[in-house]
């Protein structure tokens, strides 16, 4: 539940160009359709991390602990203590990598993101209280455990240097691969921060207006898409600046993410103008 | 020939054109530019070597005395003494002699420790009925399967407390003497406030009394099978010890991760001299009750004092870990800058 959440929502919600740029630069659609994001490679490399991850999250915790007590004597080297430590390294670790490959951050994520440490934290809590143990002893053995370990710098010194053993290599090798191989994607992000965004892609127009394409339509149909489609104007790189454009709208950010902008899917009339 | 899209049917499913359902939340759009990399792997390299050289000098403050005292000595005596089984009722003293070249300054705390002793396997670690240590009458007569086969004795009288885990309790005793210019000095040790506060008040408490005595209330209830004294008696100095709340139960139920762990025996009580400022430096004599037999598992037990720090203990790994990550993150700053200046710096790549 802790971890299922931020991943739910960055499927749902990422996204790393927006819609104008993504029909700007339709070869960013190339890397899935060549199955690039799930080969034997990518998967090999998944389970490379996850080993070397894993490695780190037991160790780690256990040469810090194997040999260590409390700071006032009593004992913090005790199995339910180390069960504890390794479970949140892992959930901050995995948060961390979460909040590394979201490059589209929302509010929903956010929520998402905070959300689940501090449902974990909540849990946990509750789980090792008092009246969880006296109510269902046999199940919630762990009681004192969080309140008696968690207050310890120790701890989180292991489990600071935990996260930072399993995320700062990745990052390493993602600048690594950005600056010597970037792909498509990276390529178009990095205009998308340099250059301003382009033109809106062109509405079909409704019937009413005048089309400037020599095309043998009357003005009584709607326009369809056979002709666009035929015509290749997908396949173009430039945007396109042979219609005039309909609504007048800035080029600001801002003003290309306000839902009043309708981009018309269908022949209609806007309503919403 | 397109289709003719003006009826609102096939269109009714379609989602709304809000900023939610279109994917045009605003929303922040972060990249790994080498402006926000670079510096944070050094700031990072720098935070990591601060506090791996701060670790260094907190712990580099602690001291720590160890005795192995398995077969030390006299005590090779004991241990011989209990490979037979037959001896394991009966006590074996032995001495042996610590000397502490530097004085140890500040609270003192006093660990045994078991080198080999798994207390964290499986069956082990479920053998034992907190209910029943709560104090629960119900689980005090009737005490979980899960304590089998220590939960009934051979009269079929229910143990208590039962499970594997009380029944291989620690229960060597001992006793330190300062030779201060040759006549003795009791080393004077608190052995209670050794346990959890959690562990001591709310996890184990005895069944309720109700003006009878400990030995009364546990009437009907056998002591576990390795163990010399029944649970009511097992301090004899101290009343409020006794039943299931006795500290040292407390500790040694509190299972640990590893094979090789310490478990708290006691503080140094710095009341009166010669130890108000922490144990002095010198010859220390130390008697022990030599109970526990470890041969049958090739274990060690030994001995440790140690004083403390707010990180803890003698434990060095961590902040060797922080100087050894910091460097290797400084190692990795310096490539990624390589590479940087090398590579991504004109921004050539990032050409269609």
């Known amino acids: ?273 | 020939m397109g289709k003719v899209k003006g009826k609102p049917g096939p269109l009714a499913r379609r989602p709304d054109n809000s900023a939610f359902k279109q994917q045009r939340l605003p929303a922040w759009s972060p990249m790994l530019t080498a402006n926000t990399v670079l510096p944070f792997f050094y700031f990072m390299a720098l935070i990591c070597m601060l506090l791996g050289v701060w670790l260094l000098l907190t712990v580099q403050r602690t001291q720590e005395v160890k005795m192995d005292y398995t077969k030390a000595g006299e005590c090779s005596r004991c241990f011989e003494k209990l490979k037979n089984e037959s001896n394991a009722g009966q006590s074996c003293i032995c001495t042996v002699v610590l000397h502490i070249e530097k004085p140890l300054k500040g609270d003192v705390f006093f660990y045994y420790g078991l080198k080999n002793f798994h207390q964290n396997l499986r069956r082990y670690m479920d053998s034992r009925d907190d209910g029943q240590m709560v104090g629960r009458k119900t689980n005090l007569k009737n005490p979980s399967s899960y304590c089998m086969p220590f939960d009934r004795d051979q009269n079929g009288l229910p143990i208590a407390p039962c499970g594997a885990v009380a029944n291989s309790m620690f229960n060597d005793s001992f006793t330190l003497y300062y030779n201060k210019l040759g006549s003795p000095v009791k080393v004077p040790l608190l052995r209670r406030g050794i346990s959890w506060y959690t562990d001591k008040n709310v996890k184990y408490r005895n069944p309720k009394m109700d003006n009878l005595t400990l030995a009364q209330v546990f009437e009907g209830t056998a002591k576990p099978l390795f163990w010399q004294k029944p649970v009511y008696e097992l301090d004899p100095f101290d009343q409020t010890n006794n039943g299931f709340i006795n500290d040292d139960l407390i500790v040694w139920m509190r299972e640990a991760a590893f094979p090789n762990f310490k478990k708290l025996y006691g503080v140094l009580h710095r009341g009166d001299d010669p130890f108000t400022k922490g144990l002095p430096a010198g010859t220390y004599t130390i008697e022990i009750s030599y109970n526990f037999p470890v041969q049958h598992f090739q274990g060690r037990k030994e001995l440790v004092l140690t004083t403390l720090t707010w990180f803890g203990g003698q434990n060095h790994f961590l902040p060797i870990a922080y100087l050894v990550t910091s460097s290797l993150i400084l190692l990795v700053a310096i490539v990624l800058t390589v590479v940087w200046w090398k590579f991504g710096k004109t921004g050539m790549n990032m050409e269609e």
């Open chain 1, 1 to 273: 539940m802790y971890t299922a959440l931020p991943i739910l929502a960055l499927s749902l919600f990422d996204q790393d160009v927006n819609d104008r740029w993504s029909f700007q630069y339709p070869q960013l659609y190339s890397p899935g359709q060549l199955n690039l994001y799930f080969s034997k490679k990518a998967f090999v490399r998944c389970m490379l991390h996850s080993a070397y991850s894993s490695l780190i999250l037991f160790f780690i915790p256990w040469a810090a602990m194997h040999d260590t007590v409390r700071d006032d004597g009593k004992d913090i080297a005790d199995y339910q203590s180390f069960a504890l430590l390794a479970q949140t390294s892992l959930l901050v670790v995995v948060n961390t990598q979460l909040c590394l490959d979201t490059y589209y951050w929302t509010a929903v994520n956010q929520f998402f993101v905070w959300g689940s440490l501090a449902a974990y934290f909540a849990i946990t809590f509750t789980m090792y209280s008092n009246g969880m143990f006296l109510i269902f002893t046999s199940s919630f053995p762990f009681m004192g455990t969080a309140r008696n370990s968690l207050n310890q710098p120790n701890v989180w010194l292991t489990i600071f240097l935990s996260t930072l053993l399993c995320i700062l290599p990745v990052v390493a090798i993602r600048f690594i691969l950005l600056q010597i191989r970037p792909t498509i994607n990276d390529k178009v992000r990095h205009k998308v921060r340099k250059e301003a965004l382009p033109a809106p892609t062109p509405h079909r127009k409704p019937a009413r207006r005048i089309s400037t394409r020599k095309s043998g339509y009357a003005f009584s149909h709607s326009e369809g898409f056979g002709e666009l489609v035929t015509s290749r104007r997908f396949l173009l790189k430039r945007p396109l600046k042979s219609r005039p454009v309909l609504f007048a709208t800035t080029e600001s950010p801002l003003a290309q993410n306000q839902p009043q902008h309708y981009r018309t899917i269908t022949e209609e009339q806007d309503p919403s103008v």
